[in-house]
C-alpha cells in the first residue's frame, strides 16, 4: 500500500493514496502544512524538512482545491510562493480573500505583513476530526499572552472526544535569531 494523505475532494477531506498515478492524474496539488497555516507546492523545500504523514500535511487538487484551502484559513507559503505559480489563479479565491480578510490583491494575500503567520486562523474544528490527529507543533503568533494562548489550547482540546488518536500538540511560535529560525515553545500553566 502507498503512502496516504487526505486530500480535499469537493471540500472535503478524503484519504487518498499518494503515488506516481495520482500526481499524473492530478497535475495542480497544492500542499497545506497543519502545523503552520501555509500551504504551498508539494515540492516546497521548507515543507520537506519538517515530519511530514497524514497529520501534518493536507493536500488540494487544482482550482476547486485553492479555493478550499483558503476556506480553511490556509495563507500562501512564503518559501515556494504558490502565488507565483500558472496554476494559482487569484480571481478563483478573490471572493473568499475580499470577505475572510478585506484584502484586495493577490500582493496583499500573500505579504507576511498584511497576513502576518497566525495557525489560530486554520479551522481546525473541521480538520481535525476529520483526520483523527493533531499535528504535533502548532504555530501560533509570537508575543501572545497567555490568556491568548490558552485560549487556542482550549479550543484544540475541546475537540479531543472527536480525534481518534488524539495527542496534545506543542504551541509556540517562530523566532529569527542569528542562527536562523527556531521554535520557541510557549509553556503554559494548563
Ligand atoms: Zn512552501
Not at 44 to 58: A, D, F, Q, Y
Not at 94 to 105: D, K, N, Q
Amino acid at each position: 500500500m502507498g503512502k496516504y494523505y487526505y486530500c480535499l475532494v469537493n471540500g472535503k477531506l478524503k484519504q487518498s493514496t499518494i503515488n506516481k498515478g495520482f500526481f499524473s492524474k492530478n497535475p495542480i496539488v497544492w500542499s497545506a502544512r497543519l502545523a503552520t497555516g501555509l500551504f504551498g507546492l508539494t515540492t516546497c523545500p521548507s515543507g520537506n524538512r519538517g515530519p511530514k504523514g497524514p497529520g501534518e500535511v493536507i493536500l488540494a487538487i487544482g482550482e476547486a482545491g485553492l479555493q478550499d484551502l483558503v476556506r480553511l484559513g490556509f495563507v500562501p507559503c512564503p518559501t515556494c510562493r504558490p502565488e507565483e505559480t500558472t496554476a494559482f489563479r487569484f480571481e478563483s479565491i478573490r471572493e473568499l480573500v475580499r470577505a475572510e480578510y478585506g484584502l484586495s490583491s493577490m500582493k496583499e494575500f500573500a505579504d507576511k505583513t498584511a497576513l502576518p503567520y497566525d495557525a489560530r486562523r486554520v479551522r481546525w474544528e473541521e480538520i481535525l476530526p476529520r483526520i483523527g490527529r493533531v499535528p504535533s507543533r502548532i504555530y501560533l503568533p509570537s508575543g501572545l499572552s497567555p490568556q491568548r494562548v490558552l485560549a487556542f489550547r482550549r479550543r484544540i482540546n475541546s475537540l479531543r472526544p472527536m480525534i481518534r488518536r488524539y495527542t496534545a500538540p506543542v504551541l509556540g511560535y517562530y523566532s529569527r535569531s542569528a542562527s536562523g529560525h527556531v521554535f520557541i515553545e510557549y509553556r503554559s500553566a494548563e
